[in-house]
């Protein structure tokens, strides 16, 4: 590693590797541009490793933060096909979160240091799993809502550079499908239930829809990182376009349940697809971002509560493997 | 906090017939809970047949520093390939 020697070279070395460095990267971004995948093994520019591992960490624990407000729900599911449903959903949750924990460690991360990132509430995670899920509609929103945007978010890191995170999102967006379906199905349900379980599917509408705009990211205009992901191909769109994307596919579907968008701006342009919104409160972005959101503290406890309490299974797990090793070592 | 449990690479046959395939990798105290816990990451959807595990320290990989010196010479041997030989038209079965 280059970055690492530094400190221990004289001046004349350091313009040297300097020189190379920079040849390196040249023949980098030009393996890039040619649209070749990067393995781990493959020589990468220090901040591309440092980039994937921020991004695929972030999303790992979004995963895992992400089964907390599910969970939530699973012992009051209205039927035994839903439990059965949710329960499925919330094990791929977890499922996601393993295959990018093990893209992430390909980069030199060990899984140890990323989930100490996340419990000392160093690391970030998807903005959305700071809300509530209040009612039962909130299950049919989270799939119909935050899984489509999730999907629009993922489909394109399917091509993404980094041969295995790439991989790990083709495993996931194949899983994801299901998820967003049976949110819309529950949502349709409620649409077409009483008046009562039409109002529980246009509440949870009301509170789901801004932060699913929100999960895009900021605007381009205040995104630090996206001209160099995208130039490095770990970005395929800008935070602006998928967020359209969403808008365009997501509108018509409201529409069709017969529940309405709490955005007395929003139109669809003559002529056009693509549909006007008005202006997210980035404020609420921002706050939540920095801890201060409806449950922030409370999915950390959660989290840091199961790991503490699992501390024993994984001691005991690794000291009976330790005793089958020595017994197996004796015997021979 | 103690240590990771051990990495080990999980390969999946899909069918019967086809080979293992590298899937990812998971955490586990000993290579019975790796085969458990690729089975519950792996294969919820019936992604396959038969698990193997390997510890991911046993993997001895090529350097991709060496790729040309290892993989090069075989780009000028074209005679390996059927294609390489012309054989008239008229000749049959072969």
New interface residues.
Partial sequence: MYTQALDALGKDCLQETRVETAGLEARFQARVDADEKV?P???MPDAYRQTLIRQISQHAHSEIVGMLPEGNWITRAPTLRRKAVLI?KV??EG?HG??LY??A?TLGI???QMI?QLLAGTAKYSSIFNYPTLTWADIGAIGWLVDGAAIMNQIPICRCSYGPYA??MV?ICK?ESFHQRQGFEIMLTLARGTPEQHQMAQDALNRWWWPSLMMFGPSDKESKHTAQSMRWKIKRFTNDELRQKFVDITAPQAQFLGITIPDPELRREEGSEHYRFGAIDWDEFQAVLRGNGPCNRERLEARRKAHDEG?WV??A??A??DK??SRATQAA | MSNDWPLFEVFIRSRAGLEHKHVGSVHAADARMAIDHARDVYTRRQEGVSLWVVKSSDITASDPAEADALFEPAKDKVYRHPTFYAIPDEVKNL
């Fill in positions: 393995e093994k493959d020589w499925a094990q791929d499922g393993m295959y093990s893209a460690e060990s899984r140890q100490e991989r790990a495993r899983e501390a994984r001691e797990a690794a009976y493997a089958q090793r």
